[in-house]
Nanobody, 125 residues
Framework: QVQLVESGGGLVQPGGSLRLSCVVS????????IGWFRQAPGKEREGVSC????????YYAESVKGRFTISRDNAKNTVYLQMNSLKPEDTAVYYC??????????????????WGQGTQVTVSS
């Protein structure tokens, strides 16, 4: 059974940084694609970034491009989301998700099969 556990959320001031972690069990990152998503209160869940299992290609939503970096450590079966220059509009619950086969760069929630429980990120002064 595939399980994902996120951590690293918290309260940070605008302009600050956080690094989220997503530990995957029940499979290996060699074969599964990982995506990061977020959901703000009253809004739909949206894709933030994803990383391909095949070649490590990375993709980002326009709203976070240049500020967020996704990476993976296959030995630890962990995917990270480094978030810099955080803005109040980045406040949301952040989720990681995985699927074995997906169109490269997809950040469509319906394309992913397994989800973590989420970690809260709050950007506020």
């Amino acid at each position: 059974q595939v399980q994902l556990v996120e951590s690293g959320g918290g309260l940070v001031q605008p302009g600050g940084s956080l690094r989220l972690s997503c530990v995957v069990s029940g499979t290996t990152l060699d074969y599964y694609n990982i995506g990061w998503f977020r959901q703000a209160p009253g809004k739909e869940r949206e894709g933030v970034s994803c990383i391909s299992s095949s070649d490590g290609s990375t993709y980002y939503a326009e709203s976070v491009k240049g500020r967020f970096t996704i990476s993976r450590d296959n030995a630890k079966n962990t995917v990270y989301l480094q978030m810099n220059s955080l803005k109040p509009e980045d406040t949301a619950v952040y989720y990681c998700a995985t699927v074995d086969t997906v169109v490269a760069g997809s950040m469509i929630t319906g394309d992913y099969d397994w989800w973590g429980q989420g970690t809260q990120v709050t950007v506020s002064s």
